[in-house]
């Protein structure tokens, strides 16, 4: 990403910061760094669902999930990706007056 800048752009933005004491530095964060699983707490504040909503899809087996640990100790994560599929699938179909199904 760092390469993709510009040097005189780079330097810019050095010199705007500088007077703040601020150092500039361009991390590329790696895929491996970002979440991919989320307990319920983070599913809930991903996907603006309740926690009744997604235990209710996870035990209807509309949501998949992954359980670690047993009866009331274990604990749930979902996976991004599903949960995005599960919110896909909830989406409605408008149709406006005049269309017709074939």
């Known amino acids: 990403m760092a390469s993709q800048i510009p040097e005189h752009i780079r330097a810019a933005i050095k010199c705007l910061l500088e007077p703040y004491e601020v150092e500039f ?12 699983y989320l307990d319920v707490k983070g599913a809930v504040a ?29 604990k749930i994560l979902y996976d991004m990706k599903d949960l995005d599929g599960y919110l896909m699938s909830c989406k409605n179909k408008i149709y ?4 017709k199904e074939r």
């Not at 530095?25 to 991919?36: D, G, M, N, P």
């Not at 406006?96 to 269309?99: A, E, L, T, V």
């Open 25 to 36: 530095e361009l991390v590329k964060r790696s895929s491996k760094t970002e979440k991919r």
């Open 96 to 99: 406006r007056k005049d269309h």
């Open 46 to 74: 991903y996907t603006s669902l309740s926690r009744w909503t997604l235990s209710r899809a996870t035990a209807d087996g509309k949501l998949p999930h992954i359980k670690i640990g047993d009866g009331k100790t274990g």
